[in-house]
């Protein structure tokens, strides 16, 4: 019987699973849905690996006490999952990628050889299309997969960052997020080590037409515009107007359609223009005197949130180390 | 630090790769992808980390699609599709070739039903062999033709001034003895032997101009038209010496054909008659019947024949024509819509014929009939062919065109207007 035929059969069924472990009718349906035999592992590794990932997000249940916060494992399980609930969950995972990946950090050959064999030229071609380059592509596959074979070792221990991965996405999904992780950090340190002078020469602003008193109040006016939009709103605007992505690009991120992207970037916009003249009038200012201070042309409001936005993104930048 | 960025502020590390993957894939759920968007509102390293990734995958994808693209398996349609163009033009010409060679045969059929029906009985050795008997009368045919060049004397010192061998000129006129199974020939077919062999005709035209008026060798063949003959009839007297050459070799009681080819010498033939601006000559040829020209010959008189029916006839109708018949200056031609034209001046002009006959003329014939006695030319042709003594004395022939119809029933006419069925 495949597991989602199971799953099916075990609706409405509310059998409480002692707390810490898995099912064992489900157990058995899912050692024989996924592959773990033919990569080596035993039936007792299978089940170590399914409720590691369990408990790892609470089966699931967001609303557990540490399932929101991501790489927060041992958890504490105030209400154990149902049956239904384990089989909802695990239906959601690949899991097929994360028994072969499980497996390859076991260090089983056969796990390996398919994991090569099937991740290799994939992963090189993400690379290459990453970097942009076709050597420093391969640089950058090979190293990871010299990381993920588990050369790498701390404290003793071998360490291979395949154990990072729960299945909740696809495992070339995550092969390609840590090869571009590992491009973006080795381009940030690289590019901090350029001039500063380069860089001011290049930032250089035009001299203020605004008095200082009203560019005071337009700041802030625009500072709190920003923080009253939403987190998808934030996300618009700093990819569309500080990254400079495409709308297309923003979407298919997104999962949504081009001109729902457009259409919420444009209310985005117009929003936050809003917001900051009624902040200038609330100021004290007159609504012309407003207009005047973010400038008859909307195009001049890009700017200034621009410039706010790349700040934000320096000062957040300074704060955060290396994954 | 500004207050939008206090948002960033609360993630002190990043999302790990898994679940920046996740929310690229849309596999998170709803607190957690709002989690992560609010990081990525604030975050620009990890916004590049998923356009990165996202970018990196949509190249897989094409890449993917290509593959399939190339790797798809051929529908059977689609591998003989390769098959079929080149099968389909070659049933195309075969139906053509064969619509074509059908056609061919049956107007050859045609024309031997036309050759029967007019041919006048023969008695005794006159009688044509049949088909079987030709390989066996190919030395008499050899016989009758060595000496075709009945070329004179004067004419051998002419060649010989020219640098042509003496027997070349002479094959024109054996030649057209073929005419009779040229007149089955297609027209086109005519056309195309025209063009490779006109260079011929026209070298042996431009000799035959050198040659000294009043010789019995006619000028340069220039006429759209000829005429043929078959009968036992005695030669002008014009031709006595070609007649007198010829018979000595030919076996006693053996019959004669006599092909009359008629052709203009603007600069050679006298102009006795004032209407056409050309004088006709005529050219004889005898040759033993049932006897069949070397295949070299045959190809000659069919160049000669070509190269005559090479020069364009204009019905009135426009359309092309597809059987010719002369007498003289008068010439009667069908066109392919069936319609009968005559011409009392060598073709210049053009008048159709009332319709007298039933169903469809496809082909018309001359046919020199006894009036008394035996004549072989005709008295309008003797006059172009400025033989006008000859005409004057010798019997004078009527000339009787035949028309056939689609049907095989044969008209008759004597002057190409009034026709009566056969």
């Known amino acids: 019987m495949a597991p989602t035929e199971s799953v099916a059969s075990m609706a409405g069924a509310e059998i409480p699973v002692v707390p810490g472990a898995i099912d064992p009718a489900l157990l058995e349906e899912l050692w024989r849905g996924c592959d773990a035999a033919s990569w080596g592992l035993s039936q007792e590794e299978l089940d170590q690996i399914l409720l590691e990932a369990g408990l790892a997000q609470n089966f699931g249940l967001a609303e557990g006490a540490a399932a929101g916060r991501p790489g927060n494992e041992g958890l504490s399980l105030g209400t154990p999952a149902t049956r239904q609930q384990q089989a909802a969950f695990f239906r959601g995972l690949c899991l097929a990628d994360l028994v072969l990946a499980r497996a390859c950090a076991a260090g089983h050959e056969g796990a390996w050889e398919h994991f090569v064999a099937v991740y290799r030229q994939p992963l090189t071609r993400a690379a290459i299309a990453i970097t942009g380059s076709e050597t420093l592509g391969r640089e950058l596959a090979d190293q990871l997969f010299g990381e993920l074979y588990g050369l790498t070792t701390r404290d003793g221990e071998r360490r291979c960052p395949l154990l990072s991965y729960r299945g909740r996405g696809s495992l070339m999904g995550w092969l390609r997020t840590t090869l571009a992780q590992r491009h973006v950090d080795h381009h940030r340190r690289s590019h901090r080590e350029e001039p500063l002078e380069e860089m001011d020469a290049a930032a250089a602003d035009p001299e203020p037409v605004t008095p200082p008193a009203q560019l005071s109040l337009l700041e802030r006016a625009i500072e709190e515009a920003v923080e009253k939009r939403d987190a998808e709103e934030r996300y618009l605007l700093a990819a569309y107007y500080l990254d400079g992505q495409t709308l297309l690009e923003i979407a298919r991120i997104l999962g949504v359609h081009e001109a729902t992207v457009s259409r919420k970037l444009k209310r985005a916009t117009e929003g936050t223009r809003k917001y900051v003249l009624r902040n200038l009038q609330h100021g004290g200012l007159s609504r012309r005197a407003a207009e005047e201070a973010l400038g008859a042309d909307p195009r001049d409001l890009n700017v200034n949130l621009k410039k706010l936005l790349q700040n934000s993104q320096t000062e957040a930048f300074k704060e955060q180390g290396a994954p | ?422």
């Open chain 2, 1 to 422: 630090m500004n207050v939008a960025m206090n948002v960033t502020g609360q993630h002190e590390f990043h999302p790990d790769a898994e679940s920046l993957s996740a929310f690229a894939e849309q596999a998170l759920g709803e607190r957690e992808r709002s989690q992560v968007l609010e990081h990525l509102a604030v975050c620009g390293r990890c916004r590049q980390v998923v356009a990165l990734a996202r970018e990196a995958a949509d190249a897989e994808a094409s890449a993917r699609a290509a593959r399939q693209v190339v790797n798809q398996p051929n529908d059977w349609w689609k591998r003989w599709r390769l098959v079929w163009a080149p099968t389909a033009v070659a049933a195309a010409l075969a139906v053509t070739s064969i619509s074509v060679f059908v056609r061919q045969a049956e107007q050859h059929e045609a024309s031997i039903k036309i050759a029967e029906r007019t041919a006048p009985p023969r008695a005794g050795p006159a009688s044509v062999p049949p088909p079987t008997e030709h390989a066996a009368h190919a030395p008499a045919q050899t016989a009758a033709i060595k000496p075709a060049p009945v070329a004179s004397e004067a004419e051998k010192a002419k060649s010989a001034r020219s640098g042509e061998a003496p027997g070349e000129r002479g094959r024109e006129p054996a030649a057209a003895a073929a005419m009779p199974e040229a007149g089955a020939m297609d027209r086109t077919e005519m056309v195309r032997e025209a063009e490779t062999r006109r260079e011929e005709a026209a070298s042996a035209s431009r000799a035959e101009e050198r040659a000294p008026a009043g010789e019995s060798i006619p000028g340069p063949v220039t006429t759209a038209f000829f005429s043929q003959e078959q009968s036992a009839t005695p030669l002008p007297r014009e031709r006595s010496r070609q007649a007198e050459a010829a018979p000595s070799r030919l076996p006693a009681g053996s019959a004669t054909q006599t092909v009359t080819v008629q052709a203009e010498d603007k600069a050679l033939a006298p102009s006795a008659t004032p209407a056409p601006a050309t004088a006709n000559a005529t050219l004889e040829v005898k040759v033993e019947p049932g006897a069949n020209l070397p295949l070299e010959k045959k190809s000659i008189a069919g160049g000669l024949f070509a190269a005559r029916m090479a020069t364009p006839i204009h019905l009135p109708s426009g359309r092309p024509t597809v059987s010719i018949a002369s007498a003289g200056p008068r010439m009667l031609a069908i066109d392919q819509a069936g319609t009968l034209y005559l011409s009392e001046d060598s073709g210049a002009t053009w008048e159709p014929v009332i319709k007298q006959w039933t169903g469809r003329a496809v082909a018309v014939h001359r046919q020199a009939a006894e009036s008394g006695n035996p004549a072989t030319v005709p008295a309008d042709e003797a006059e172009h062919s400025g033989n006008t003594a000859g005409a004057s004395t010798a019997p004078r022939p009527v000339a009787i065109f035949e028309i056939l119809n689609d049907q095989s029933h044969v008209w008759v006419s004597a002057d190409g207007r009034v026709w009566t069925a056969k």
